[in-house]
């Protein structure tokens, strides 16, 4: 089963990136199960967005303790605290310009950096980077495919779906020679 925690701030996208995210797997025919929770309910405060996928149904009901993977759309949230959220050999794709070398892990850990708000600024979508993050985080996962992501974002886009889906690529893009090399 994999399990994936999205941590954001109240604004940011964090829920919405889940949601898509879930919709994503379960158009491919996954099971799926999300959950979030928040801070104070006020924008800023820290959002988690938790999901289990799976390819048989999914029985468990708990917090999400050691995740396979998480997607931080702040790089503050690197941590002990939240990185001990994570599997010592966790993918951890994070919101940053910083170079991956410098951002903190714990044990084994993977770091994936997505510099989302550049790439959401040249798709015309100003602060808002959850369709860049989605694409940098499923080339680094290697699911669910980008056309799959890509489908979901332009489906559930309430505006400038075409902006959102080309952040989604352009992410996807950039991250996959990357990736296959490593």
Do not use: H, W
Not at 23 to 32: D, E, N, R
Not at 80 to 103: F, M, R, S
Not at 115 to 125: E, F, L, P, Q
């Amino acid at each position: 089963m994999l399990e994936i925690v999205i941590l954001g701030r109240g604004g940011q996208g964090a829920q919405t990136a889940g949601n898509l995210l879930a919709q994503a797997f379960f158009s491919q025919g996954k099971y799926v199960q999300t959950f979030s929770t928040y801070g104070g309910a006020r924008r800023g405060t820290p959002v988690t967005s938790s999901l289990r996928v799976s390819s048989s149904p999914i029985r468990q009901r708990c917090n999400i303790t050691q995740a396979s993977a998480l997607l931080c759309f702040d790089d503050s949230f690197l941590d002990a605290g939240y990185l001990g959220q994570a599997a010592e050999n966790a993918l951890i794709v994070v919101n940053t310009a910083k170079p991956e070398d410098t951002l903190m892990r714990l044990g084994g850990q993977r770091i994936v950096a997505v510099d989302g708000k550049t790439i959401a600024r040249r798709n015309n979508m100003g602060k808002v980077v959850n369709s860049a993050l989605l694409g940098g985080f499923c080339a680094a996962l290697g699911q669910p495919g980008l056309e799959s992501i890509a489908q979901t974002i332009e489906n559930s886009a309430p505006a400038k779906k075409q902006e959102n889906v080309a952040a989604c690529r352009e992410a996807f893009g950039l991250l996959e020679p990357v990736l296959e090399r490593v």
